[in-house]
């Protein structure tokens, strides 16, 4: 049986030791709510962190402290990491589609390849 990692929505954290058919259905031993796996968790068993995602990696010269050389190389380092990660188990590897927006009305749900846009806003009523 796989441990699996969970949370509640009050933030108590455990691992049980579940039958896979069974690792929706986990209440919190703190409180008894239902639980949310946490995805994942039980592919990475032993390993401390499973670093950023692509979603999480920053995207900008900005978020790189200006291209500092040492984070670069923290960052490609984490990176290269995570890319092992996923080639083992592609379920951490999430929504690899091409990101078309990501400003504006997309910043929470990015629109991606394949995606259908939502309906253009209406413009304006001209006089
Ligand atoms: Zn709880």
């Known amino acids: 049986m796989p441990t699996y990692d969970y949370r509640c929505p ?3 954290h455990f691992e049980r030791l579940v039958p896979i058919a069974d690792r929706d259905a986990q209440s919190c031993p703190a409180c008894g709510a239902a639980c949310a796996r946490i995805p994942g968790a039980a592919a990475i068993g032993g390993v401390a962190s ?5 979603e999480q990696m920053p995207q900008t010269w900005k978020g790189t402290g200006g291209a500092d050389r040492e984070y670069v190389r923290h960052l490609r380092h984490q990176w290269d990491g995570r890319q ?3 080639e083992k188990y592609p379920e951490l590897a999430g929504d690899r589609r091409a990101v078309l927006a990501h400003e504006g ?4 749900t990015p629109l991606r390849v394949g995606d259908t846009p939502p309906s253009a806003p209406t413009p304006p009523a001209e006089d």
């Open 50 to 54: 499973a670093g950023l995602s692509r």
């Open 10 to 12: 009050d933030g108590h």
């Open 84 to 86: 092992r990660l996923e």
């Open 105 to 108: 009305r997309y910043h929470d």
